[in-house]
């Protein structure tokens, strides 16, 4: 029983730590950040002022409660990581990502919804899977018997 909880620790642990840094893995990506939209006028928001929490509330905390549902139900630990890793990446890429690019780049151009979307998606490739996959197989891990 304490190995169980130890390793549900664990999970809650590394999902609030992806959660929390996963847009300064994009500052990477986004070279071509102007000064955030949102905050001219008070200087330039630090990415991770604007992006603290959604990234709680929009990835965390959904994640945090769908893996202890899934923990409930014994699910297997491959699909377990697999659905929140999945999960974890589409959410950010149209929680925080989106909400990055067109902050920073969109609105300093004429940028289209459908132009926004697929340039963050194109942005967010290289470093997304990575994020993706690192998460899959740390919380498989962290979670074996």
């Given at each position: 029983?304490?190995?169980?909880?130890?390793?549900?620790?664990?999970?809650?642990?590394?999902?609030?730590?992806?959660?929390?840094?996963?847009?300064?893995?994009?500052?990477?990506?986004?070279?071509?950040?102007?000064?955030?939209?949102?905050?001219v006028g008070n200087g330039d928001c630090l990415v991770i002022e604007?992006?603290?929490?959604?990234?709680?509330?929009?990835?965390?905390?959904?994640?945090?409660?769908?893996?202890?549902?899934?923990?409930?139900?014994?699910?297997?630990?491959?699909l377990r990581s697999s659905i929140i890793s999945i999960l974890f990446?589409?959410?950010?890429?149209?929680?925080?990502?989106?909400?990055?690019?067109?902050?920073?780049?969109?609105?300093?151009?004429?940028?289209?919804?459908?132009?926004?979307?697929?340039?963050?998606?194109?942005?967010?490739?290289?470093?997304?899977?990575?994020?993706?996959?690192?998460?899959?197989?740390?919380?498989?891990?962290?979670?074996?018997?």
């Open positions: 029983m304490k190995e169980i909880l130890i390793s549900q620790k664990k999970t809650i642990l590394l999902l609030l730590f992806f959660s929390i840094f996963q847009p300064l893995f994009d500052i990477l990506l986004f070279i071509d950040y102007g000064p955030a939209n949102t905050c604007q992006t603290f929490f959604k990234s709680i509330t929009y990835i965390f905390m959904p994640l945090g409660v769908l893996s202890l549902v899934m923990f409930y139900f014994k699910l297997n630990i491959h990446g589409f959410i950010a890429l149209l929680k925080i990502n989106l909400m990055l690019f067109d902050d920073r780049i969109a609105a300093w151009s004429t940028y289209t919804e459908q132009e926004t979307l697929m340039n963050t998606i194109i942005l967010s490739l290289p470093t997304l899977p990575i994020q993706m996959i690192i998460l899959k197989i740390l919380l498989t891990k962290c979670n074996k018997k």
